[in-house]
């Protein structure tokens, strides 16, 4: 018998429509196994698995939070904003989705042709993401590894498609104030997601992007928990956004097989409460 986590939520997850490995049908049916009291679908710069992912929550008696994650940046780092609570009919949203999603094919052609530049050619046929989801990086590693050139689609990642690798291209980004906008007219709260990893290996680095960030796109919240967050993390955060007085938000970052965090749980230490599933009325 599966644990019963009724009392936490899992608020930043992917599925086959961006660049996870489970279907929204399937990652709805698993939080229902489990027991979580609502998961979020967040998938990167798609709302493509809401309906479905909608629809098995009604059938399977599963609350389902519509989300989304947008990629921006902000003083030379990579940014992440998940949408939560949106309407995925929005056509503001849809139309800044589109155009995301052009950037994406305009950029994952350059690295293609960067990396075979180098000595790695890749065809465009190799790369393409199961159940015909969001073609992102990931896919592009996994590539690179089945050929040979990384014993990992990880070390693939970090040895070629990271800023100054061989195959790393500069995207053309809305600002975070952009993505919160278009949140916004999509009916949601924009949380600033991960701020461990916005500077990676520099925390102080990151959380001046993040004060940053936060003063100047309007945003609602942040993640307050995330897989990767050790304790001094989640203090911080919270602090952050008590200091901000901002709604907290927090996930596991799940993509199925693609990584080790696992649904509800991120790297075991992990703890959403389900009240912040809650959309506040003001």
Same mark, same amino acid.
């Given at each position: 018998? /599966? $644990?019963?986590? *009724? ?5 930043? @997850?992917?599925?086959? #429509?961006?660049?996870?490995? !489970?279907? &929204? ?115 592009? /590693? $996994?590539?690179? *590894? ?5 014993? @990992?689609?990880?070390? #693939?990642?970090?040895?070629? !498609?990271? &800023? ?116 506040? $009325?003001?």
């Amino acid at each position: 018998m /599966a $644990e019963k986590w *009724a009392d936490r939520a899992d608020l930043h @997850t992917h599925t086959t #429509a961006s660049d996870g490995t !489970l279907s &929204p049908r399937q990652l709805v049916a698993l939080a229902g196994e489990l027991g979580l009291g609502a998961v979020a679908i967040t998938d990167h710069d798609t709302v493509a698995g809401l309906a479905e992912g909608l629809a098995a929550g009604e059938a399977l008696g599963v609350r389902v939070v519509p989300g989304v994650e947008l990629s921006t940046s902000q003083a030379g780092c990579e940014v992440h904003i998940v949408g939560l609570f949106i309407r995925p009919d929005s056509p503001a949203l849809l139309d800044f989705l589109t155009r995301q999603r052009e950037e994406r094919v305009r950029r994952n052609q350059r690295m293609l042709e960067r990396l075979a530049q180098a000595g790695m050619p890749v065809a465009p046929e190799e790369v393409e993401p199961g159940g015909g989801g969001l073609l992102t990086r990931i896919h592009i /590693a $996994e590539a690179l *590894a089945r050929k040979g050139w990384a014993a @990992t689609p990880v070390e #693939a990642m970090e040895r070629y !498609l990271l &800023p100054g690798r061989p195959g790393w291209v500069e995207k053309n980004s809305p600002s975070p104030k952009a993505c919160g906008a278009v949140i916004h007219q999509a009916g949601g709260l924009a949380y600033l997601a991960h701020l461990d990893r916005i500077g990676r290996k520099d925390r102080q680095r990151g959380l001046l992007v993040a004060r940053q960030v936060l003063e100047e796109a309007g945003l609602d919240g942040l993640e307050a928990r995330y897989a990767t967050y050790d304790r001094q993390w989640e203090a911080l955060a919270d602090s952050l956004a008590a200091e901000r007085g901002l709604l907290r938000s927090g996930g596991s970052d799940f993509h199925g097989d693609r990584k080790p965090n696992r649904l509800g749980e991120g790297l075991g230490q992990l703890f959403v409460p389900v009240a912040w599933a809650e959309k506040p $009325e003001n």
